[in-house]
């Protein structure tokens, strides 16, 4: 049993390097895959979420899949393969774009993002006006929670033989009688 969860463990192991390339897309040549390989992962699809092209299964990173193994087997530089990406897709296609002005976004757009939105949860949390404690009960409305309580206490305790209802100290005779319950 252990044996075969073992092999299961490494089959996966092995099978996951392939990833969305397809057996078809890959070059007969191991050196020239590996190289492929290397180039798929540094690249970015152009329609996933920051997904290189070697682990989408889109169909625009099956082409640059493809394009780059044509370079590849044309005798391009991994360099080279990288400039015809570039070229042909801008510098949003590479997964580690260098820092020049026209990256500027794509480094800085997310902590500047970031900074200005807690700089504006700040300004809406020091403008927000602190909510005023509740003014105190005056008498008579102290005095119609006491009813209130007790007659939700009455409903709720057990009706007993000898459980008898007791008028409420502060409560005159008459208004016993015009209590609901």
């Known amino acids: 049993m252990m044996r075969a969860a073992a092999l299961l463990f490494l089959l ?11 057996p078809s897309e890959l070059l007969p040549d191991p050196a020239l895959e590996s190289r492929a390989r290397d180039i798929g992962r540094s690249l970015r699809c152009v329609v996933c979420q920051n997904q290189s092209i070697d682990d989408s299964a889109a169909e625009v990173a099956r082409d640059m899949r ?3 193994r ?23 296609v590479l997964l580690k774009p260098p820092f020049k002005a026209g990256t500027w976004v794509l480094w800085l757009g997310g902590p500047i993002v ?6 504006l949860l700040l300004i809406a949390a020091r403008r927000r006006k602190p909510i005023p404690p509740p ?4 008498e008579e409305e102290r005095h119609r929670l006491d009813h209130i309580l007790r007659d939700a206490a009455l409903r709720a305790a057990p009706q007993d033989e000898d459980f008898r209802e007791k008028p409420h100290p502060e409560e ?3 208004d016993a009688s015009r209590r609901v319950g």
Do not use: H, N, T
Request: no cysteine; net charge negative.
């Open 12 to 22: 996966a192991l092995f099978a996951f390097p392939a990833l969305a390339v397809e």
């Open 66 to 68: 493809r394009a780059v």
């Open 70 to 92: 044509e370079r590849l087997s044309a005798g391009d530089k991994d360099e080279q393969v990288f400039a015809y990406m570039v070229a042909r897709y801008g510098d949003y």
């Open 114 to 119: 970031l900074i200005v939105a807690g700089g």
């Open 135 to 138: 003014e105190p009960l005056d």
């Open 172 to 174: 005159r005779p008459q």
